[in-house]
């Protein structure tokens, strides 16, 4: 696949499926105010012909992206490093790790570099922070940004000290020359530039190799890490503008209601009180939250809401909604059928995946400024660029005329690509004349943002009686097509991927539907070797060949002690791995099944390899938290809805992992310093759902086949020698 | 009030249900959800939010502890976790890693560093025992 084609199916299946609304920057200012110093410029790879989408010029939409500069690095006459990039930060690390691949190309400490991110008035654009792209694209850029313009320093420098380029030493924010121990700062050097010099990133600069890697590769702490534990930190939610006001917007009674009536009268009535009214959207400004809640709440509003379906018949509804799939977009290798029916071991099996929420902890929020020159908001979100975009074609301004600016964000996993409450605060900022604040509630969140896809993955298989894999066949209904191929070895296979209308509104979510089709196709795996009576991680090994996958579970295995210890009475032990986005995974667990059916794990652990790490604390973190995130949608989140209304959608009634829900988590890196870097953020959430399931099984001798597994325990369990459980 | 009024935004809306701890501050040195506290449930008493536990530029041990550990990703739970984590530490000044997720388990962590989090609670718990009484 090509890079292009796969960004245009990242930014597809990252699209949310609907907005919920109804209805070119001039950077050379900017230039004037960095002054002079050295400016290097990435300009983005030119578009081959009919280039699909994308980063070449156009996105998955169709609709024209600007041809724009991948990113910046400036060196200030001070010797200040700024480094220009539209990705922005969220708790995956990234303003620490792309700090560290600067500092290491120009040889100076993390704490030198400043990363301006995700401010549409600053940064050159991007697609958005999303997909596990930062790492492998991203980082690269700068890197080969930070590189030239060292190697500009050099040749600067030794015109500056009369001395031979090569003999040169660039370290510590000064160019030495070690023959007469003579200096010059970077500041110095720069400041010999009468403006800003704009150069590409020069073909010849070369990048340190990962080999000699000092600061890249190394556990650095975390860029501004003191001001989360101070609560200084100041996310969109905490963010104060002069004058400003608060709102609130009416939400419907139900998806797809239509306004019957609304009196407005009382509210409107109410000390310092807004209304505004623009059609359905219907909203109120006030001097403080709870007032402009209590306006919204004295709103007569009658809602139409027309009959939908509920969580109850999901997956027959998802079934009987799906496109039919034009043939010419199936992956067919071989002749499945012919392949099945000459095969000893046959099986077909159909596996759901239900609606989770994201729940951000900090929930969709924005401020709203309007002034003479247009339109500022700050949001927390992945998608600046489009965010900016949005605002510009429903409040019809240029988007040169609307900033928007992201400050690290309260956390997202996927879901916050939309402009939602960016929109809201901006149309009511605009009716108030005032800056205007505006913070989702938990139940708006967990009801009007969106939700993973559910899905229904059917999977019919075949292998001979030695084991060896002949026939795969896999079609996923709604859920997506992300990591739907196999990394086995099979010589006849077809695999599909069936949109369908889904009665909820969804969107990406991290790892997009990759863990829906690992939790099938390695539920499979392991129903096929007990079909075929072969040991579960043999069997896999056997049908495999890719080495970085065979080393990854080979690696969880030896970490777990696969085969060797035995689980205990009423345990179970369970194994699964795949591979998506470049990066390996391989998961191991142990559960324990009381007596009633409740599921309690009581080890993971994780073997991840995506080549050469960047930041080994930083990807510990990831994945221990990926495998955490991953427990709540394997065992017990999901979301329940019912004619347009979510039926859960409260902290209380939406169980998220806590801390009494994580057993011990063991992660082992493989640090493949031969191979690029690839990203980290999503593929360690795939492996748990499959381990815990194939777990459940040996534990119980019970198949369970839907995410979540089990929110109330295993049914049908019997513990043997003890009396069933009401 | 806390937030708006008196801008100590260093306490975070999570779920205004309770259920988070996003939210969580002291009241006369225990943990509670402001969330639910009403202004006259609080008059008389010490509230101590995130702003107040660093004491002239130097970090209480909780916070240095979270912050060697780095226990946090997006940080957005962090403060209401360090507040919960002091009061525990005052209840109780040598817990298990057991007992610090049966006293936390109502703080969550979205981005799942509750691990880090167990850890930093112990640092933390040897510092204090160890260093100077605060």
């Not at chain 2, 979205?110 to 930093?120: D, F, K, L, P, Q």
């Amino acid at each position: 696949m090509t890079p292009e084609s796969e960004l245009e199916r990242e930014l597809r299946e990252h699209d949310a499926a609907a907005r919920l609304h109804w209805f070119d920057v001039d950077r050379r200012g900017f230039l004037k105010t960095l002054g002079g110093g050295l400016l290097v410029c990435l300009c983005a790879p030119a578009a081959p012909a009919q280039a699909p989408a994308g980063e070449s010029g156009r996105d998955g939409l169709g609709r024209d992206l600007p041809r724009e500069l991948a990113a910046w690095l400036h060196i200030g006459e001070d010797g200040r490093v700024t480094v220009f990039t539209g990705k922005v930060e969220m708790g995956q690390n990234i303003r620490t790790s792309l700090a560290q691949q600067v500092a290491e190309e120009l040889r100076l400490p993390v704490d030198a570099i400043l990363m301006v991110m995700g401010d549409t008035g600053l940064t050159p654009w991007d697609a958005g922070t999303f997909g596990s792209r930062t790492t492998p694209t991203m980082a690269p850029r700068l890197r080969a940004a930070a590189a030239t313009a060292r190697e500009a320093l050099l040749d600067l420098a030794a015109q500056r000290l009369q001395a031979p380029r090569a003999s040169l030493v660039a370290d510590g924010g000064r160019v030495t020359d070690p023959a007469t121990r003579q200096a010059v700062g970077y500041g110095e050097l720069a400041r010999q530039l009468s403006k800003a010099a704009v150069m590409p990133p020069g073909q010849g600069a070369p990048l340190t190799p990962v080999a000699e890697w000092k600061i890249a590769g190394t556990p650095v702490a975390k860029v501004g890490g003191r001001d989360f534990v101070t609560g200084g930190h100041r996310y969109t939610s905490d963010l104060v503008r002069p004058g400003m006001m608060h709102g609130k917007v009416l939400r419907p009674a139900g998806f797809q209601a239509t306004l019957a009536s609304l009196d407005t009268a009382r509210a409107a009535q109410m000390p310092g009180v807004k209304i505004v009214r623009d059609g359905d959207f219907v909203g109120a400004v006030g001097p403080d939250a709870g007032t402009a809640q209590r306006a919204i709440e004295a709103l007569g509003a009658r809602w139409q809401v027309p009959p939908q379906p509920s969580n109850r018949e999901l997956f027959d509804y998802l079934k009987q909604h799906a496109e039919a799939g034009d043939s010419d977009d199936a992956h067919v290798v071989g002749a499945v059928e012919q392949a099945a029916a000459a095969a000893e071991i046959k099986l077909a099996q159909t596996y759901t995946v239900d609606y989770i929420a994201h729940a951000p902890l900090e929930p969709r929020a924005a401020v709203a400024e309007w002034d003479g020159a247009g339109l500022t908001v700050w949001t927390g979100t992945q998608r600046p660029f489009a965010v900016r975009d949005e605002l510009a074609e429903v409040l019809r301004l240029p988007a040169g005329q609307v900033r928007v600016i992201v400050p690290d964000t309260g956390s997202a996993y996927g879901g916050k690509h939309t402009a939602d409450a960016a929109v809201e605060a901006a149309r009511l900022a605009r009716a108030a004349g005032k800056p205007v604040k505006l913070v989702w509630t938990r139940e708006e969140e967990l009801t009007w943002a969106y939700f993973r896809p559910a899905g229904v993955i059917e999977v019919r298989s075949a292998a001979r009686a030695d084991g060896t894999l002949v026939a795969w066949e896999l079609h996923n209904y709604n859920s997506g097509s992300s990591a739907i191929g196999t990394p086995y070895e099979v010589a006849n296979q077809r695999i599909q991927f069936h949109p369908a209308h889904s009665p909820l509104r969804q969107g990406s979510y991290r790892g997009l539907a990759a863990t829906a089709n690992h939790f099938a196709r390695e539920s499979h795996m392991d129903e096929l070797a007990h079909a075929a009576g072969i040991e579960p991680l043999q069997f896999r090994l056997q049908n495999l060949a890719n080495p970085r996958l065979r080393a990854v579970l080979t690696a969880a295995a030896e970490k777990f002690g696969w085969g060797r210890r035995k689980p205990g009475p009423g345990a179970g032990f369970g194994i699964a791995g795949g591979t998506e986005k470049g990066s390996f995974v391989a998961t191991c667990a142990e559960v324990e099944v009381e007596a009633g059916g409740s599921v309690r794990l009581r080890r993971v652990v994780e073997a991840f390899e995506c080549g050469a790490v960047v930041n080994p604390n930083g990807l510990r973190n990831q994945v221990e938290g990926a495998v955490v995130q991953a427990i709540g949608g394997a065992l017990f989140e999901a979301v329940q809805f019912e004619n347009g209304r979510i039926l859960n959608a409260r902290f209380a009634k939406y169980r998220l992992p806590r801390f009494t829900d994580v057993p011990p988590i063991e992660v082992v890196i493989l640090d493949r310093r031969d191979l690029p870097s690839a990203g980290a953020g999503e593929t360690p959430i795939v492996g748990l759902a499959p381990a815990v399931a194939n777990a459940i099984f040996a534990a119980t001798g019970v198949r369970l086949r839907g995410l979540p597994l089990a929110p109330y325990g295993v049914p049908r369990f019997q513990p043997q020698g003890k009396a069933a459980v009401s | 009030m806390l937030r708006d009024r008196l801008q100590l935004t260093g306490t975070k809306y999570g779920c205004g249900e309770g259920q988070c701890g996003a939210c969580t501050v002291l009241l006369d040195g225990r943990a509670v959800r402001s969330c639910r506290i009403e202004l006259s449930a609080a008059a008389g008493k010490q509230v101590t939010t995130i702003e107040g536990l660093e004491r002239d530029g130097r970090l209480h041990p909780v916070q240095a502890a979270f912050l060697e550990a780095e226990a946090f990703q997006c940080g957005y739970c962090t403060p209401g976790m360090i507040v919960a984590a002091v009061a525990l530490l005052t209840a109780e000044p040598n817990p298990s890693p057991e007992e610090i997720a049966a006293r936390l388990a109502g703080n969550l962590c979205r981005c799942g560093t509750y691990s880090r989090i167990v850890a930093a609670v112990q640092l933390a718990a040897r510092a204090m025992r160890q260093g100077p009484a605060r």
